[in-house]
């Protein structure tokens, strides 16, 4: 009875918020001056608040050929947009994109105006036209909506029997609002432009839906007719008849949609005017929209320049847009989510619904991974604390807001249903013993200096109680070592059991998991931790000393040898139970008598026992201690390091470092049949930039490597810039990784979470 009464308290626990006062502030979220914003990074162009149900609004679009009408709305890999993304977006004020699909160039841009209590004003301006031959003049639709989240009320205002002019509504946060869609002109925004409007009323059981409802109600019974002109069919929203198999569910979402349908080129304005703004000078459209974005892209050029200053590195304009894009899809890329992760622990048989939480957070991809991933976070506020340090305070605060009592944070936060509708159900749940490089202390280190005290205040208690978690559930099995746990269950199917709490993946571990395990990424990861809880204790006059035991043991070089240098391999690495000859096989299988054999699969063989001893897999986790710049500079493993780094036997390549060196048994191998290689080869940015500035500090430190350090700081970085930039030309993305062999970007696309660092290395911002 006492043992099912731990396991109750500790399956309690997994689903009991922290206890210390949110790091966030009551009432920040809905604070107006970043209540209103581009926060729905999964489509294309669209603006919500930062509120738990929100009011939302979006863009859909769609080319009228006869061959094929395609509705745009989510962004998608599928789609095949020749590229997309913001040109430039301050975060918070204003933004300029630029969307190229097949023939058509839409810009779409948006300006907010404070003022009031809700959130102010904004304008939307969406440019259409022709792009490349044979596309003049083409018939288009641009579907402009405003919908609820389970609060508020829309009141249609439709005029000439189709043409939805304007909305009215109020919600909780917003009070009343109206929404108006103006009629379009000519491109340049003067002569009035001939057109045919539809409009839709329709409900759905949630947001994660609403392309479905829209896709359903339309009808190609259309005519566009215009004065004169030639005639042609088109789709266009009709009655909405409901979306099948969702009656029970009832409507959380009440959807208004006006559809306007013309010939490129053209342009379309939409205002929002808050209820509470008094003395407007008059509706931000035509003229004064035009002047105000102006007065925001000089504005937004002067800060970057101010900020990055890479006009006075002499960087061409080309770069420089180039590097203002990547932090403007950041930025732009920035969402709010609202909702309940799904998790499991050892203590609970099913998995469970975590604490309604909120989360203001940039993402990775918009188009493949729109949510928040842990420890890609801490590399994402890297850049934007250049950009707004404030924003980043509040983005930390949101995370650390999503700790348990037990001082977990789950590591890919997936809220609500337009989060889950992307995502596979397998990937859904997450699980309690799973960590995630702890790499919001980077982005603490580079805050500290300059956050006011009772934000450091606030966070304190919970940084102590994460802080903690590592320690205790990810211990390794000797004082000052470190273990992932989570690693794959069921070695047999693998070449080499993933790591995914590592962020690391599929990158070479012990062939064989077990408790033996030491980590040698964690373990670095740890120091750093330490050091940023010592500064910070200091600062707030709390005890500082246990952090900095910490720091001394896990940075001192004569420790971190003994532990983790292989002197034979010549490298640090990990160590395990592991077995260098392994192997995929195609498992032979016999056919019953009379039936045809079931598919082969790939299993792994072991040709020789494992035993513990070091992992042999040179590559980023072995340059962890230099990373994070726990090497002395005087350091006798630094030159070691340094030229393993600069081989093009093993990491240097013309376009970065690669992750494993390409003499490593695993190099570019797959892990099971339908697992291709991904941390076992390709470049990756983020751990480029620590590396990039890994040797900036060592160039600066006085030792016998200055000189070498310099050097490949020079080269290192130039690679990087060169390659992303030239696959940013030719591709038109930021991708998630590049490819060692030929620079070409790959995986997912866009990809300006980390990615995008290109900027501070660029900066040199370190
Ligand atoms: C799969 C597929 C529509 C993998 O950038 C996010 C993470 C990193 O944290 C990690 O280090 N990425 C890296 O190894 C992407 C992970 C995506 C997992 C979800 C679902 C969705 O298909």
């Known amino acids: 009875a006492l043992a099912r009464w731990g396991q109750a308290r500790a399956a309690a626990r997994l689903v009991t918020p922290h206890p210390a006062p949110p790091a966030l502030p009551p009432g920040a979220a809905a604070s107006p001056r970043r209540f209103w914003g581009s926060y729905r990074p999964h489509i294309y162009f669209g603006m919500k608040t930062r509120s738990p149900r929100a009011l939302v609004t979006g863009l859909m679009w769609m080319q009228q050929r006869e061959a094929e009408a395609r509705l745009r709305h989510t962004c998608e890999q599928g789609d095949g947009l020749s590229r997309y993304g913001w040109l430039q977006h301050d975060g918070e004020n204003f933004g300029v994109q630029d969307i190229h699909d097949h023939g058509l160039l839409l810009r779409t841009e948006f300006v907010k105006r404070p003022g009031g209590e809700h959130g102010g004003d904004w304008s939307w301006r969406v440019t259409a036209r022709p792009e490349g031959a044979g596309t003049q003049a083409s018939l288009i639709s641009l579907f402009f909506y405003v919908a609820t989240d389970g609060q508020g009320t829309l009141q249609p205002h439709v005029e000439d029997k189709t043409r939805l002019a304007s909305v009215t509504g109020t919600t909780e946060e917003l009070g009343h609002f109206k929404i108006s869609f103006l009629k379009p002109t000519a491109e340049s925004g003067t002569a009035p432009k001939y057109a045919s409007y539809n409009y839709l009323q329709a409900v759905s059981p949630g947001l994660h839906r609403l392309t479905d409802v829209v896709k359903s109600s339309l009808s190609n019974r259309f005519v566009f007719a215009p004065p004169g002109g030639a005639r042609q069919r088109f789709f266009a929203v009709d009655t909405f008849r409901g979306l099948p198999g969702t009656a029970e569910q009832g409507p959380r979402s009440h959807l208004l949609l006006h559809q306007v349908t013309l010939r490129l080129p053209c342009r379309v304005e939409v205002t929002f005017e808050s209820g509470s703004v008094a003395g407007r000078p008059g509706p931000l459209a035509g003229p004064a929209l035009t002047e105000e974005l102006a007065e925001h892209v000089a504005a937004f050029e002067r800060r970057f320049e101010e900020t990055f200053s890479l006009g006075r590195k002499g960087f061409t304009p080309a770069q420089q847009r180039f590097a203002q894009a990547a932090l403007s899809n950041m930025l732009g890329g920035m969402g709010y989510f609202h909702g309940r992760s799904i998790v499991q622990s050892a203590h609970t048989e099913q998995p469970v619904p975590y604490p309604e939480g909120s989360l203001f957070t940039a993402v990775p991809s918009r188009s493949f991974f729109p949510r928040g991933f842990l420890w890609d976070e801490g590399f994402h506020q890297l850049l934007l604390a250049r950009w707004d340090p404030a924003l980043s305070r509040e983005v930390i605060a949101h995370w650390l807001d999503l700790m348990n009592a037990e001082g977990w944070i789950p590591r890919e936060q997936i809220l609500d249903d337009e989060a889950r509708a992307k995502v596979p159900p397998e990937f859904i749940v997450q699980h309690s013993e799973n960590a ?70 599929d990158y070479p571990r012990a062939s064989h998991p077990s408790a033996d395990e030491r980590h040698l990424d964690l373990r670095c990861w740890m120091a750093l931790a330490s050091a940023v809880m010592g500064d910070m204790a200091e600062r707030l006059g709390e005890p500082a000393e246990p952090y900095r035991h910490m720091q001394r043991e896990l940075s001192d070089n004569g420790l971190l040898d003994r532990l983790h240098w292989a002197e034979h391999l010549g490298m640090f690495a990990d160590y395990g139970n592991h077995s260098q000859a392994v192997g995929l096989e195609r498992e032979k299988v016999r056919a019953a008598p009379g039936q045809v054999p079931p598919a082969p699969r790939l299993v792994r063989v072991v040709r020789k026992a494992p035993e513990l001893q070091f992992v042999g897999a040179l590559g980023y986790v072995s340059l962890f201690p230099f990373l994070l710049q726990l090497l002395r500079p005087d350091s006798p493993r630094l030159p070691r390091v340094l030229a393993a780094l600069r081989s093009e036997q093993h990491l240097w390549t013309p376009y970065g470092l690669r992750s494993l060196s390409r003499a490593s048994p695993l190099y570019m191998r797959r892990n099971t049949e339908h697992d291709p290689p991904y941390w076992r080869g390709p470049v990756w940015v983020n751990i480029n930039y620590l590396a990039v500035r890994a040797l900036h500090h060592y160039s600066g430190r006085e030792g016998p490597h200055r000189e070498q350090a310099v050097q490949l700081y020079r080269e290192l970085r130039a690679n990087l810039i060169a390659n992303l930039y030239r696959q940013y030309a030719a591709s038109g993305y930021l991708w998630e990784q590049y490819s060692d062999s030929t620079g070409k970007g790959q995986g997912c696309y866009p990809f300006t979470g980390w990615s995008a660092l290109v900027v501070l290395v660029m900066a040199e911002e370190y």
């Open 436 to 505: 995630n490089p702890p790499t919001l202390f980077l982005a603490l280190q580079q805050l500290l200096g300059a956050a006011p005290l009772p934000y450091l205040q606030r966070l304190f208690p919970r940084l102590r109680t994460w802080y903690d978690w590592y320690n205790t559930t990810q211990a390794g099995p000797l004082p000052y070592t470190f273990r992932w746990r989570g690693r794959d269950r069921d070695p047999e199917l693998f070449l080499n059991p993933k790591t995914l709490t590592s962020g690391l993946d």
